[in-house]
């Protein structure tokens, strides 16, 4: 069974850019959650999905910070603009139809510089 | 709101020693409990769940777990370990109907040789 993936696996931009972060759940996984883990500390939920609709974004910035799954599979994580404080490790997971267990991706590193 | 606290910032073993990680959650409700663990240069996996029924569960590479309602606990447990088991440990929690999977800070654990 192919796991999550996730692209880019790094990324550095300098403050202001935008930048999008791609991710492509386990087949048939109806939950996708991203998450954002900054070095020393725990994944921290920025979005959660259930197919294509959105179950929890309240901790989402969203004056920068977007996220879409269309068609209830693929999703995808902008920043826009970046500012110094988002370089962490932006993590992907999925999860079957009422299944509390999530599968993650490797992440992507984003630097902004 | 729901929250993870990892008692240990770092832990530093010898092989063959125990090893006992703490976890404590808030929550209000019913929950799912977990242990994840990160190795280095790897993405999250699932060390082990509780959802119901035996509150002491065991789960891959020899690791346990002990859920204890009354102290909101739920604390992982290596009789041996092995130089291998050096990774970060993370536990997480969700409501048994949410699936808002929220992770404490980690635990960072090397073993020596």
């Known amino acids: 069974e192919a796991g999550v993936a996730q692209s880019p696996r790094y990324k550095i931009i300098e403050k202001r850019q935008s930048v999008a972060f791609w991710c492509n759940p386990i087949?048939?996984?109806?939950?996708l959650y991203w998450y954002q883990q900054i070095l020393g500390q725990g994944p921290k939920l920025l979005i959660q999905?259930?197919?294509?609709?959105?179950?929890?974004d309240s901790q989402l910035p969203k004056d920068r910070f977007s996220a879409e799954r269309l068609k209830g599979v693929d999703s995808t994580l902008k920043i826009q603009p970046a500012k110094l404080e988002d370089s962490a490790v932006y993590l992907c997971?999925?999860?079957?139809?009422?299944?509390?267990?999530?599968?993650f991706g490797q992440g992507t590193r984003l630097t902004v510089v | 709101a729901q929250s993870v606290s990892q008692h240990n910032h770092h832990v530093i073993l010898s092989e063959a020693a125990s090893l006992e990680l703490g976890c404590n959650y808030s929550?209000?409700?019913?929950?799912?409990l977990f242990w994840y663990v990160q190795y280095p240069g790897q993405h999250l996996q699932l060390l082990l769940k509780y959802f119901s029924g035996d509150p002491l569960v065991k789960g891959i590479k020899g690791f346990e777990a002990e859920f204890i309602k009354s102290k909101f606990s739920f604390n992982l447990r290596k009789p041996s370990v092995q130089w291998s088991d050096t990774a970060e440990y993370f536990c997480a929690v969700t409501g048994s109907n949410d699936y808002k999977l929220s992770f404490g800070a980690g635990t960072t654990v090397t073993v020596r040789a």
């Open positions: 997971a999925s999860g079957g139809q009422g299944a509390a267990e999530a599968f």
């Open positions: 087949s048939g996984h109806a939950t």
């Open positions: 999905f259930q197919n294509n609709g959105v179950v929890d």
């Open positions: 929550y209000g409700g019913t929950v799912n």
